[in-house]
């Protein structure tokens, strides 16, 4: 019996590890995702003014439901650059942007975009703030909800930035890595789920492990990363956590934690706006798998 309680212990402080491990990924990719998308952000306004001869390049007054793109539908009611239920299909009711500014921004965010059939999460932005915000550009590369509120790559968490980096474009340009096939980016971006949504609260050492290797390789990605501080920081911890005498302490359980009560918030702002029963249950049979792991912590600590 004290065997197994020994196990058991084993596979949580393991789980700990690699749930820390995600926290030290996203202080990696921060900053460089903040710059490639001050970069981006800077590109597309300089690009407007050249195209479109603007001294300055601001607007403010388009809204998304209402806006009318820069480019125009093909035959057949078909968007030319292949999002469906674009704008341009639905011509009544559209406005054109009045600085001459709103429309080209949309389109160069639908090409910028990675997917086959380019598919932006319009949703987590706000058109308002184009002109004057980075990160509200980047967000529309995120492709799942809950990011509307997010103003910086500090607040958002890894799997987001990940979904930055693989689904535009421009950030392909700042990695080595190829995104398009089978990649170690988006294994990790699968991650976060495999490890917060374990409702068993253990790990495996060797899984464990497996994440903070590839997380390791997401921050040495040849091209940037590999000779940015931070990623270098980052990747220091990330080893740290792979010595055996690793030990769960206050401090990093607590870090563990917040993130799943962020994670956790993320999910009651959803069930609220949802339509179906099935996806409504759904999300509840996830949050009930992330509570369970919540109070089981203070017995882990008293054992
Ligand atoms: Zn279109
Ligand atoms: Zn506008």
């Known amino acids: 019996m004290a065997h197994q309680l020994y196990l058991e212990k084993e596979k949580y402080r393991q789980w700990v590890k690699a749930g820390l491990g995600l926290g030290y990924l996203k202080e990696g990719l921060v900053p460089f995702c903040d710059d ?5 952000h800077k590109d597309i306004l300089d690009n407007i003014k050249q195209t479109n001869n603007l001294p300055n390049v601001t607007c403010g007054q388009c809204t998304l439901r209402t806006l009318q ?3 125009l539908k093909i035959a057949n009611n078909k968007c030319p650059l292949g999002q469906t ?3 341009c299909c639905y ?3 559209k406005i054109a942007c009045p600085n001459n500014v709103c429309g080209f921004i949309y389109d160069n965010i639908i090409t910028n975009h990675a997917s086959t059939q380019p598919a932006p999460y319009w949703k987590n932005t706000r058109t308002q703030q184009w002109t004057g ?3 509200s550009i980047a967000k529309c590369f995120i492709n799942a909800p809950g990011y509307d509120q997010k103003t910086s790559a500090a607040d958002t968490d890894c799997t987001g930035l990940l979904h930055v980096i693989i689904n535009n474009k421009y950030f392909h340009n700042h990695i080595q890595c190829n995104l398009a096939g089978a990649n170690v980016f988006s294994k990790v971006r699968q991650y976060r789920n495999e490890i917060f949504h374990s409702s068993t609260m253990e790990l495996e050492q060797a899984d464990a492990n497996t994440y903070i290797d590839d997380m390791i390789a997401v921050l040495q990605d040849g091209k940037e990363l590999i000779n940015r501080k931070d990623a270098q920081d980052a990747v220091k911890k990330l080893e740290e956590l792979k010595n055996e005498d690793f030990i769960v302490t206050t401090e990093n359980m607590e870090r563990v934690l917040r993130d799943i009560r962020e994670e956790m918030g993320n999910l009651r702002k959803l069930t609220e ?3 179906t029963k099935d996806a409504c249950e759904d999300l509840k049979r996830k949050l009930s798998a992330l509570e369970f792991p919540m109070s ?3 017995e882990v600590y008293a054992s």
């Open 69 to 71: 793109p820069d480019h």
């Open 36 to 40: 490639v998308a001050k970069q981006q």
């Open 91 to 93: 011509t009544s009711g």
């Open 296 to 298: 089981q912590q203070s």
């Open 273 to 275: 706006g949802l339509a």
């Open 85 to 87: 239920n674009c704008n």
């Open 133 to 135: 915000d980075p990160w």
